[in-house]
């Protein structure tokens, strides 16, 4: 079974920053815990690339979800990318089964890889003795 390394590469729509979504959960978290020290008059302990970070505007319980719209829209875009890739239905009974395949192809080619570098060792060691 040949692996084409095209089908393994990502589609050009899915990178790595589409699914990344903890730097901008961890911004709208940021705005929400300022916002609620702030109501609470803490202070905000905030370092200033935290509040940098959170834009310096705080956000509220009820702001939340319109904050996050654009996460979610970001994540449902992943998810559909992700299903589109291939061998996504198969079962992780068929892919174990694969990499057991697999795993025995490696160790068949190993095996023979000695033996023909046993056999070329073999082979030197005799030309040298028929060059005398």
Not at 30 to 37: E, F, L, P
Request: charged share 25%; no cysteine; glycine share 6%.
């Amino acid at each position: 079974m040949a692996i084409d390394v095209q089908s393994l590469a990502l589609p050009p729509t899915l990178s790595p920053d589409s699914l990344d979504s903890l730097s901008e959960l961890a911004i709208v978290l940021a705005k929400v815990r300022t916002s609620i020290q702030a109501s609470a008059g803490l202070a905000t302990g905030a370092t200033p690339s935290t509040t940098a970070a959170a834009g310096g505007q705080p956000l509220s319980f009820k702001d939340v979800p319109g904050a996050t719209d654009a996460l979610k829209h970001k994540l449902q875009h992943a998810r559909a990318q992700v299903r589109a890739l291939p061998d996504m239905d198969r079962t992780l009974e068929e892919q174990r089964r694969e990499m057991s395949e697999l795993q025995a192809r490696i160790v068949t080619q190993r095996a023979l890889l000695e033996r023909l570098r046993d056999d070329g060792l073999r082979f030197g060691k005799d030309g040298d003795k028929m060059d005398l």
